[in-house]
């Protein structure tokens, strides 16, 4: 069993080693801010690729009102299969919302990322 960081400082042990999705806190405040506040709130920081976007877009933006000059962001992804109801949602400007799925995007190429596969979502500087 071998160790990693989990994205706030803390070595804890890994079955195995994931794909680490890094969200740069200097590049994107307020993006970083709002997965870091989700996953102080328990949401997992090790997402599963392969959820129904749209479905769960709708389920965890039901009822969340839109804030004039920004956009929603769900934490867990809606492409994750833990995203949807529940998922904690905070509200940031739109340059960092596009931003993200070009991040989510790239990622998941570079690093083969296939439904049912695990990565693991971390806050950098």
Request: proline share 6%; hydrophobic share 40%; no cysteine.
């Amino acid at each position: 069993m071998g160790l990693v960081t989990d994205g706030l400082g803390d070595i804890v042990a890994a079955e195995e080693t994931l794909p680490q999705l890094e969200i740069s806190a200097s590049k994107y405040p307020d993006l970083s801010e709002n997965i870091f506040n989700a996953q102080q709130a328990g949401h997992p920081s090790v997402l599963t690729a392969g959820g129904d976007v749209a479905a769960n877009r709708a389920a965890a933006l039901e009822g969340v009102p839109n804030i004039s000059g920004l956009s929603r962001d769900e934490y867990p992804f809606a492409s994750s299969m833990e995203g949807g109801e529940g998922a904690w949602v905070g509200h940031i400007p739109v340059s960092q919302q596009n931003a993200q799925g070009a991040l989510i995007k790239n990622f998941m190429k570079a690093n083969n990322i296939a439904p049912g596969s695990q990565y693991r979502v971390v806050i950098v500087p």
